[in-house]
Structures are given as structure tokens and as C-alpha cells.
């Protein structure tokens, strides 16, 4: 099993930064592609950025050039790194690992963190 827990949301300025954490742990063999999801309220989960275990990284278009995703393998840790923040990005924020286990591979989720971003 792994747990993970997230760090880091709030209430913020439009304009201001924030930072969110997703620690794992658990009994795991590796911690294989991470990403970071959002919903709104009344919208569907969306993907925010991925960071592949290689390091390699993707971006949402609404995100680009403002949100910067990276991972600590040590401390099998991922980080969201939000700059410029926009009211739109107001949602609640969720990690999401693949992890390989003894019997396999499995993904698994955060429990979420608000981030709100007044105007």
C-alpha cells in the first residue's frame, strides 16, 4: 500500500505563488510517473502537470510557463511550484502516483489540498 500526503494549499492573491507537496510512503518497489490534478467546483478532475521518474515533464496549456512540477526521488516527493496565480486556478488540488508494488503497478491518490486565489 501506499499513502500520500499533501501539502502546501491556501488562499492566496491573484498574482502571488504557492507551493504544494505530495509525500509517499508505503511499502513500494519504485515510484514510476507523477502528476498533479485540479478540480473545480461543478467540473471534472483535470490533469494539471505529469513528471515522468525519468524527470520529464508535461503541462496543461492553461498552466505553461506559470507552474513548474518536480520530484525528490530520496524523499519520493513531488512538489507543484505555482506562480502567477490566477483566480481561475481556485480548485482543489490532488496528487496522483503510479507505484510498482510486489504484484504490480497502481495508482494512487492525495487527498487533496484547497488552493484558493482571490482576485
Known amino acids: 500500500q501506499v499513502q500520500l500526503v499533501e501539502s502546501g494549499g491556501g488562499l492566496v492573491q491573484a498574482g502571488g505563488s504557492l507551493r504544494l507537496s505530495c509525500a509517499a510512503s508505503?511499502?513500494?518497489?519504485?515510484?514510476?510517473?507523477m502528476r498533479w490534478y485540479r478540480q473545480a467546483p461543478g467540473n471534472q478532475r483535470d490533469l494539471v502537470a505529469i513528471i515522468t521518474s525519468g524527470g520529464g515533464t508535461n503541462y496543461a496549456d492553461s498552466v505553461k510557463g506559470r507552474f513548474t512540477i518536480s520530484r525528490d526521488n530520496a524523499k519520493n516527493t513531488v512538489y507543484l511550484q505555482m506562480n502567477s496565480l490566477k483566480p481561475e486556478d481556485t480548485a482543489v488540488y490532488y496528487c496522483n502516483v503510479l507505484a510498482t508494488l510486489g504484484v504490480g503497478t497502481y495508482a494512487y491518490w492525495g487527498q487533496g489540498t484547497q488552493v484558493t486565489v482571490s482576485s
Open positions: 508505503g511499502s513500494f518497489f519504485s515510484i514510476n510517473a
